[in-house]
């Protein structure tokens, strides 16, 4: 049975025997044991065990605390990811053939419970190999009919959660965040960003999204951001995590990899290489203000769990005040 210290880290707490009726809706056999996973902070997710004809397998249980940004096509879109071969959690059917089950009113997804681990300190192996990964990404969902929204966090989202934290912050970081958002703004009415390539976007391709063995990346989780958006985004999401350091620095070796290894796959236009610095600052702007709404909601005696914002205001000053040039010369 989970711990009470592990169960504060899900919103939607299952009994045993709540748990022992959706398995039995499934064609995965007996439940033996479960426990929740402790590191989600938008959907409750729960580990389950199951045993069928003497052989156990392990299940990811995802409740959807907050609809998805992808709406209806989440689940065509893992579909076509996993047809592609990436290494995605495939949807499983219940026995009626519904890829969704309801929890109080919230879908539920099961998935196979993927191999690996997550990685605190990245090597350059490791970033290669999301840079490959995202390529890809991109690609086999650029063959795929999805009917994705839009990516919600743009210029108008920007200016209204502006105004949510105004007066909220310390002055500096007020100012800070207000002339970032302007300037964020600008270069996205430009007509030379409008024209930049879109597909569909992860969106969230954070360290604890992905899974890594001896032998690799295994598994990458969590398609609760995933939209339509600028493919150079996907990149600058995933260089604020995995190529900065505890300061906030770019660390340009690692960013390098990241870009070489998806360029091999899907080559970047000049006009995205160019504009990168302006998407890595927009990424860790639109982080920033989402965690210090949820940390003022905190504040407020919200029960809604968060992750430090003072993260990404460290990672927008130094973009601010460190200007990072790619040539297309040193992604051959």
């Known amino acids: 049975m989970?711990?009470?210290?592990?169960?504060?880290?899900v919103a939607t707490e299952l009994d045993l025997l709540r748990l022992e009726r959706l398995v039995h809706r499934y064609d995965i056999g007996e439940l033996i044991r479960h426990w929740p996973a402790t590191a989600g902070i938008e959907n409750s997710n729960y580990f389950l065990a199951t045993r069928k004809c003497g052989v156990e397998r392990q299940y990811v249980l995802?409740?959807?605390e907050q609809p998805a940004n992808a709406g209806e096509a989440l689940v065509p879109l893992l579909d076509a990811c996993a047809a592609?071969?990436?290494?995605?959690?495939?949807?499983?059917?219940?026995?009626d053939g519904e890829p969704l089950y309801p929890l109080d009113g919230k879908p539920a997804l099961l998935c196979p419970r993927l191999p690996g681990r997550h990685v605190c300190n990245p090597t350059l192996r490791q970033v290669?190999?999301?840079?490959?990964?995202?390529?890809?990404f991109h690609l086999a969902t650029e063959a795929a009919d999805l009917s994705l929204p839009d990516y919600p966090r743009d210029g108008a989202w920007l200016d209204a959660n502006l105004q949510a934290l105004q007066g909220r912050l310390p002055?500096?970081?007020?100012?800070?965040?207000r002339e970032t958002a302007s300037r964020i703004?600008?270069?996205?009415?430009?007509?030379?960003v409008t024209e930049l390539p879109r597909g569909t976007i992860h969106g969230d391709l954070f360290r604890d999204n992905a899974l890594f063995n001896e032998w690799g990346l295994c598994g990458v989780l969590d398609f609760h951001h995933a939209s339509r958006g600028f493919l150079v985004y996907d990149l600058a999401v995933a260089a604020n995590d995995w190529c900065t350091e505890s300061n906030g620095t770019l660390d340009p070796e690692r960013t390098l990899?990241?870009?070489?290894?998806?360029?091999?796959?899907?080559?970047?236009?000049?006009q995205e290489l160019w504009y990168f610095p302006v998407f890595a600052l927009y990424a860790a702007l639109a982080f920033w203000m989402s965690r210090a709404v949820v940390a003022q909601k905190q504040r407020r005696g919200a029960a809604v769990r968060s992750n430090n914002p003072d993260e990404f205001r460290r990672i927008v000053a130094h973009h601010r005040a460190h200007f990072f040039y790619l040539s297309p010369e040193r992604l051959d």
């Open 2 to 9: 989970p711990s009470p210290a592990a169960s504060a880290n």
């Open 62 to 64: 995802t409740i959807m």
């Open 84 to 95: 592609a071969g990436l290494p995605v959690p495939a949807v499983i059917r219940t026995v």
């Open 128 to 136: 290669e190999a999301l840079g490959r990964f995202i390529a890809r």
């Open 171 to 177: 002055y500096g970081d007020q100012t800070l965040m």
């Open 185 to 192: 703004a600008a270069a996205l009415e430009r007509r030379d």
């Open 257 to 270: 990899a990241l870009l070489r290894a998806y360029h091999a796959l899907r080559p970047l236009a000049a």
